[in-house]
């Protein structure tokens, strides 16, 4: 439609206004870029136009101008449309960065979101395995108490009384290391190896199990590699006290050649079946563990056998840097 005014325009526009018209052309050219962006239509597009300026040309009695104006138009045409190429694509540029933006921003509020419901789960399970079954173990040895002294079986009572302040004493233990690592210091803060030193003292003042830290030179790690690392030998360690009946516990840091971080922990306590891993209810640890050393692609070895104890062996890349 832009083209048959153009030509209309042409047919009845006076001498002087032929070079507008040239300029008309090209700006309908460049427009076609954007509108179709097709190298074959912006090339049939200037074609037509330049078609319909030589005709106009012609019928206005011009012919000895024809060369002139063509050699105005094509250059000009030429120009316009790299102009309006480079303008589109940087358009277009800026329209997938915007894109890519907020998709940055969709997955980093997943990513939040994933990490919250992990925690979540995680602490559901501590509260669960220490609160809720230490409150239910007190409740049912309440409940026996109640029995033997309505039996008048007095001495019976009392050392189900002991029990159960015993039994009061590891829940109370439990939750205050589930507060403690909550309000820990940062493990970037006091170092990887410091902040496993206090976690295993706290391991030693809280079970009585005597638990050996052996920790060679290690490289700065950085601090996502860190809070895993940290959280796996937590982990060891609250299922060493809650389910192994361990007299001892080893520890085990060093770096090994090419940047492998070496993690051991070892027990001498009652061991279990390896092969039931993930397949009890409420237990879910070891799980925990294995999927922490898979989110930093490392391998991990599980050794265990009834009445043998537990050594647990992980090997991980350490990276080069944050």
């Known amino acids: 439609v832009q083209g048959g005014l153009a030509f209309l ?3 009845i526009m006076p001498d002087g206004f032929q070079p507008t018209l040239i300029g008309l052309y090209s700006l309908l050219i460049g427009q076609s870029v954007g509108i179709y962006y097709q190298i074959s239509k912006v090339l049939m597009v200037s074609l037509f136009c330049i078609l319909l300026m030589c005709v106009a040309t012609i019928l206005m009695g011009h012919l000895h101008l024809l060369v002139i104006y063509l050699m105005i138009m094509i250059p000009l045409i030429i120009s316009i449309v790299g102009y309006a190429v480079m303008f589109f694509r940087q358009v277009q540029a800026r329209v997938r960065i915007q894109t890519s933006l907020q998709e940055l921003e969709i997955a980093h509020q997943k ?7 992990n925690e979540r789960q995680r602490m559901a399970r501590d509260l669960h395995d220490t609160l809720a079954q230490g409150l239910a173990g007190l409740i049912m040895q309440l409940e026996a108490i109640n029995a033997h002294l309505s039996n008048d079986n007095v001495k019976r009572g009392q050392e189900i009384v002991q029990q159960a302040m015993e039994r ?3 829940a109370l233990a439990d939750a205050r290391s589930a507060i403690d690592d909550l309000r820990t210091q940062s493990v970037e803060e006091i170092g990887f190896i410091e902040s496993v030193e206090e976690e295993v003292q706290r391991f030693r003042s809280t079970t009585g199990i005597n638990c050996v830290l052996t920790a060679g030179a ?3 790690l950085p601090s996502m ?3 895993h690392a940290k959280h796996i030998i937590s982990e060891g360690l609250t299922n060493i006290a809650r389910h192994s009946q361990a007299q001892h516990a080893w520890i085990t840091i060093e770096e090994k050649i090419q ?3 070496y993690l051991e922990i070892k027990d001498d306590g009652i061991g279990f079946d390896s092969e039931k891993i993930g397949k009890q209810v409420g237990h879910y640890g070891l799980i925990g563990m294995q999927e922490r050393v898979r989110i930093l692609k490392g391998t991990i070895d599980i050794q265990s056998k009834t009445q043998e104890g537990t050594i647990i062996q992980i090997e991980v890349l350490i990276p080069k840097g944050e």
């Not at 990513?111 to 419901?117: A, D």
């Open 225 to 227: 590699f860190v809070e």
């Open 9 to 11: 325009c042409g047919l």
């Open 168 to 170: 009061a004493r590891v």
């Open 111 to 117: 990513v939040e979101q994933l990490t919250l419901t």
């Open 218 to 220: 290690i490289m700065p």
């Open 259 to 261: 940047g492998i971080l």
